[in-house]
């Protein structure tokens, strides 16, 4: 039986390259967006990966979206959070509204997307989810408290949720992605991106598709032992 799985924030970047990933190795793959309706067309009309549009922010857009998803492809078994956003400031410049948006995607968004799919993953007595946290959870950055919080906050509830989940036959593990060559990141300065690349004992910036390969083996079956871990993809720049 082929498996269905949902990627929020899976029509760009890291997400579009995990949707893709997941498709090619036989799932059957609906992707999650907030906002670019044309991207969005684009990716689904290059891919053939539908492409639904909602808030994982909203939690009854989300159980609306995800109930649209099940209609379609059949009951979400994998599930990969990696929607999310950043709102940066220096904290003494913060704004309540730059904190609350960077917790309601990055870290309510978890919770909106997962609860819904949990008691039916619980009744099947299966499930994967894979949220994707960042370097910056793990280790902090200047600019970013409320990212940083935020993504520290998605491996708290990794652990937890999965000493839950456990007997369930349900696996929830993070990934923790460093520096990767996405649009944003080869967008800012070339200068900038040098000392970025300085950082990183291997040299380089890190590939959509290392992040993708990562969540390839943690919701397959070969993964069934493996759960409440975290999958550290930086190149070396931070070692835990």
């Known amino acids: 039986m082929t498996r269905t799985a949902l990627v929020s924030g899976g029509t760009r970047g890291i997400g579009a390259a995990i949707s893709i990933a997941l498709k090619e190795a036989g799932y059957k793959v609906a992707a999650n967006y907030a906002g670019n309706d044309a991207v969005a067309a684009s990716f689904t009309a290059e891919t053939s990966i539908p492409a639904f549009k909602w808030s994982v922010a909203d939690y009854d857009a989300c159980t609306a979206g995800i109930a649209a998803v099940e209609d ?3 009951p979400v078994e994998i599930l990969v959070n990696n929607a999310g956003i950043t709102r940066d400031g220096m904290f003494h410049k913060m704004t309540r509204a730059q904190w609350q948006e960077v917790i309601d995607t990055n870290l309510n968004g978890v919770f909106n997307m997962t ?3 949990w008691t039916g993953m619980r009744e099947r007595k299966f499930g994967r989810v894979v949220t994707i946290s960042s370097i910056n959870g793990q280790k902090g950055q200047v600019g970013q408290v409320n990212y940083s919080a935020a993504k520290s906050g998605d491996l708290g509830f990794t652990k937890a949720l999965a000493l839950e989940g456990a007997r369930f036959g ?3 593990n993070a990934v923790c992605p460093g520096y990767i060559a996405t649009d944003m990141v080869m967008a ?6 040098a000392g970025i690349v300085a950082q990183i004992p291997v040299g380089r910036l890190g590939e959509v598709a290392e992040v993708a390969r990562c969540v390839l083996f943690l919701v397959s079956d070969d993964a069934g032992f493996i759960t409440g871990s975290t999958l550290t993809a930086n190149g070396g720049q931070f070692v835990i």
Do not use: A, S, Y
Not at 188 to 193: A, G, I, L, Q, S
């Open 72 to 74: 379609m492809l059949g």
């Open 170 to 172: 349900i696996t929830v």
């Open 188 to 193: 800012v300065p070339e200068t900038v991106r």
């Open 115 to 117: 609860h819904p799919v």
